[in-house]
């Protein structure tokens, strides 16, 4: 299959066989992501990141991912010390950066800059990001993490706890996992549901939903949690943030019922909606999603830069 040259704007960008040559591939990159094996497969080529909104794991993992592969990173790390201070658009600082280098890795705090970056660019995009709106890669890296440590997607039973309505990475993850065949339970606050967007077009693909805001009625039947934290700042009121703040705490407690094999997922940074006291139990596994950032960004540079291994 031809990835090469093609944004990754939107989960929908991909079908469920491209998901999974992506997944393939990210397992072939393991032992070269872990440092056991070297490679410069991605020699010459220049990753250009630029993220307008805080990161920590994104950011680093592409970096990380791009040296694994011999790749160069430029980045611009504090937009106040670029020319978009002095009022430069979005479509302009694309251009430029797309002349320094041969893939643009965007973060933006506004829905729909990513698909303006990919307009304007003729190098291939990747969305770090977009506001409340999607994080294709983060979910490239849930759908990666769930195959490894579950077997397999089909027919899982996935519980999307949080704020479901401003968290970016549950509209891909919801999208994607019914691509798969994943059974969705979403829980939140009334207030914090999945927009209804999301779940037209997931029932729309023929996805099997449930909604409930209480996680104590869902968790037995639950063979992923997958929690989030409350966006606080994308609320346009803080008020409204007070209001839903602490409605919700994973801790071992909560878990009593839970099957023995069930894993606790967290796109991270977590608050307080997972207690430290779960991180000792067989359940977690947030740390290990978020190494999985790098094979699997790994794989994606791979398959849209043309390298192989
Ligand atoms: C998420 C994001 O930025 O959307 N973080 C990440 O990329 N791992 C989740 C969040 O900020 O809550």
Not at 67 to 93: C, F, H, M, P, Y
Not at 122 to 147: E, Y
Not at 224 to 239: G, W
């Amino acid at each position: 299959m031809n990835f090469q040259n093609m944004d990754v704007v939107s989960i929908r960008d991909f079908n469920r066989e491209q998901i999974e040559e992506t997944l393939e591939l990210s397992r072939e990159m393991l032992p070269y992501a872990r440092g056991e094996k070297v490679t410069r497969m991605l020699e010459g080529k220049i990753l250009g990141n630029l993220f307008f909104e805080p990161s920590t794991r994104t950011r680093l993992s592409f970096e990380s991912a791009a040296n694994r592969l011999g790749a160069k990173v430029i980045d611009v790390s504090q937009i106040s010390t670029t020319s978009i201070t002095k009022g430069e658009t979005l479509a302009d600082t694309i251009r430029m950066v797309e002349a320094y280098s041969d893939l643009i890795v965007l973060r933006h705090p506004h829905e729909g800059a990513a698909r303006l970056a990919a307009h304007f660019s003729s190098k291939p995009v990747i969305n770090a990001g977009d506001g409340a709106g999607s994080h294709p890669t983060q979910t490239l890296l849930d759908l990666f993490t769930i195959q490894q440590e579950k077997g397999s997607i089909d027919g899982m039973n996935v519980v999307i706890l949080g704020d479901l309505k401003y968290g970016r990475t549950v509209h891909s993850l919801a999208e994607a996992l019914t691509l798969f065949g994943a059974k969705l339970t979403f829980v939140a606050p009334e207030a914090l549901q999945m927009p209804i967007e999301t779940v037209k077009h997931v029932e729309n693909m023929g996805g099997n939903i449930t909604c409930t805001n209480c996680i104590d009625d869902v968790i037995s039947d639950a063979d992923v949690l997958y929690v989030t934290r409350i966006q606080r700042e994308r609320f346009p009121d803080p008020a409204e943030y007070e209001k839903v703040a602490g409605m919700y705490r994973i801790d071992i407690d909560a878990l009593r019922e839970a099957k023995k094999d069930l894993i606790v997922m967290h796109p991270l940074p977590r608050i307080d909606e997972i207690a430290p006291e779960v991180d000792f139990t067989p359940h977690a596994r947030y740390f290990q999603q978020a190494f999985n950032g790098i094979p699997v960004r790994m794989a994606l540079l791979t398959l849209l830069l043309g390298g192989s291994l």
